[in-house]
């Protein structure tokens, strides 16, 4: 007897924990014994049940469950107001912790990620100069691996080892002590911002990047000029090889794309994905209307011949205007003489993906594909690379158009030489994916 009432005291005592509702529908879904909800954080409802939890908005749980468990607009409220404070301090302690820097103009939130920027660790300073300091990024290699620093702490001293993040803004000139001229890739640590002169599409989060906030000067963001901004997952370069509106670019450009639009100087356009190459690494688009076509050359390239390409790097902070580089056909073969691609000196960045690579005389011998990663073969060759980049082939390239025998390639003619970059220039498009 003692027995069973004391099963039944555990039994009466077991259903006393919960202080609501005990089952709920969500979305579809029925949750059953629950035990405990709750405001969490950013205001979502935490409801734990037997043998698990779940979590959900608001507004997608019902009126009466909520008020069963005392949780009204006023917990809400409470809880958004408490996580926004808590945001709020720890952005005080970013800024105050210099996490924001200033780099040519440009403000970075070095609290994530940023493209462009390298963390080195334990490189050793050689020599500090006047406006910055030498650094060996490579300490223990048999050879020093010499870069530019700038904004280093001014408690910094030669032979010091230290670890920073910095951006690469391009070369330093040096003498060394044997009178010889050097030249070494720069960077810089940046500048720690105050918050008022960081954009508010930054401290906001919106953005990583934007140019620095100037007190009664507006900010120009080319990008938020776009249609359709905020949903802007990335970009590239493409050109047109047909005059109905056929676009070759990357494929990595345009994958996971959920909406795809080009600029052109006729505006920005809607285009479909046609057909990809993911082995290749090629795109072919459709836009409606009349474009000026590249000409894609049958013959191929020969080592050291002169090349050059018209795309849209890193758009965010360079506009959307296209950009010309140029250089020479380096090697025959890619990465680990990877037989589909060539070598190329011509620089490119980010968004330079899916651009031409183009003669002098204005006819595509390959599509711009990658950069070698600096800090990849760093670490594999102990050393910084020089300008390598690599492009798809061209025969590769008439192998992918022969396979849609609906695109009428522009016949084969001449352009004259000093007409190429004009020509080209008219032919290229920013790719937007959404």
Known sequence: MRALLSLGMVLVLGSALADGLTSVEINGNTYSNVTKAYVGSGGKIIILYDGGGTSASADKIPADFLASWKIGQDALAGAKATEAATAEKNLDRAILGGSFREVDGVVYDLRKAQPGWVRFINAKVIQILGNGALVDVAPDAENYVTIFVKHLSANVSDTDFISF?????????????????????????????????????????????????????????????????????ASGSGFFVSADGYLVTNNHVVKNARRVKVKTSAGVLPAEVVRVDETNDLALLKVSGQFQPLRVSTNDVQLGDPVFTIGFPAIDLQGTQPKYTDGKISSLTGLRDDPKEYQISVAVQPGNSGGPLVDLAGNVRGVVVARLNDFAALREMGSLPQNVNYAVKGSLLRNFLAGSPQVNLRPDDTTAAGAAVATVQRSVALVLVY
Request: a negative charge.
């Open 165 to 233: 993040n910095a951006l690469q803004t391009g070369s330093y000139n040096y003498e060394n002590k044997l009178g010889d001229d050097r030249t070494v890739r720069s960077y810089d640590i940046g500048v720690a911002c105050d918050r008022s002169e960081i954009p508010d599409v930054v401290l906001s989060g919106k953005k990583l990047f934007a140019p620095l906030a100037v007190s009664g000067e507006p900010q120009t963001d080319v990008v938020a000029a776009l249609p359709d901004s905020d949903d802007l997952q």
